[in-house]
């Protein structure tokens, strides 16, 4: 099954469909990418390995988290909660002033088909009855989700030290393709996740979802939080998987929904 999200061999496969395309740009990008720099990513508990440049300078890293250099220096509110025994959900900062609307808007410049992806994204979250809730607006939104062009198929951030949501999805959607809504949604829904906080469920090993050989994503952890009565069996449909096949569609299972409730319900 073809990767989608943040496989990088997928994204390099996808993006050399791209005329400006570089050969191997992902790989290249790396090697310009300084040993100091890649230990600060690796120490915040990211994956150092495959990281990649977007077109304004920012690193991307895990395929679709966007770093900044000052993110490299900042020192995020980490938790981490172990739902199950096989998926564990770390955060980066959490969105603070609950109960809270958040809006989110839609550049024009996205396919309109998108409209309705969004659309389905938003009321994922909303039937969760957190007490954060999702509104689709024109404009003036806290999270603008907009066109991007770069080596990656999506990026996102992770919330502000103020408690504030990440402002901006980057979609590449020439690189994406024609999926069907369900896929979309659930590729808006995973960059939204990584705006209100979440990171990769599979962090520790993203052969789990990317397929190929495992690769540690970050510094190993410790303190993680058990929520207990949760299923122990595997559940491998997170929302925060890495990468997601052509065609995919995740909606929250039921760890996604404890780890939801757990921290914004
Ligand atoms: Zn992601």
């Known amino acids: 099954m073809r990767k989608l999200l943040l496989s990088v061999a997928g994204i ?17 990008a790396t090697q310009e990418i300084s040993q100091t720099t890649l230990d600060k990513i690796y120490q915040l508990g990211f994956s150092n390995k495959n990281v990649s440049l977007d077109e304004e300078g920012n690193y991307i ?3 679709d988290i ?12 980490t938790r981490f909660l172990r739902v199950g025994t096989e998926e564990q959900y770390r955060t980066n900062n959490l969105v603070t002033g609950l109960p809270r609307t958040i809006t989110v808007s839609l550049a024009s410049q996205l ?29 003036g939104a806290t999270i ?12 996102a951030g992770f919330p502000t030290n103020a408690g504030n949501p990440y402002g901006q ?3 590449n959607s020439r690189a994406i393709g024609n999926q069907p809504q369900s896929t ?3 590729i808006l829904a995973h960059e939204i996740g990584h705006c209100i906080g979440f990171r990769h469920t599979d962090y520790l090993d993203r052969s789990y979802s990317c397929g190929g050989q495992p690769v540690n994503e970050g ?7 058990y929520i207990p009565g949760t299923a122990t069996g595997p559940d491998p449909n997170s929302w925060m998987l890495a990468c997601i096949g052509s065609g995919q569609n995740r909606p929250f299972n039921n760890n996604d929904k404890t780890a939801l409730d757990f921290l914004y319900k």
């Open 169 to 171: 999805v980057k979609v």
């Open 184 to 186: 979309v949604a659930t």
């Open 219 to 225: 510094a190993s952890t410790v303190g993680a939080v």
């Open 111 to 139: 396919p309109s088909s998108y409209a309705a992806a969004l659309d389905e994204a938003l009321s994922r979250y909303n039937a969760q009855g957190l007490r954060i809730t999702f509104q689709r607006v024109s404009s």
């Open 61 to 63: 890293v895990e395929g």
């Open 12 to 28: 390099t496969a996808l993006v050399c469909l791209v005329p400006a395309c570089k050969k191997n740009a992902s790989t290249d």
């Open 144 to 155: 603008s989700i907009v066109r991007g062009n770069g080596n990656y198929l999506a990026s």
């Open 66 to 77: 966007l770093l900044t250099a000052k993110d490299l220096t900042a020192t995020p509110d």
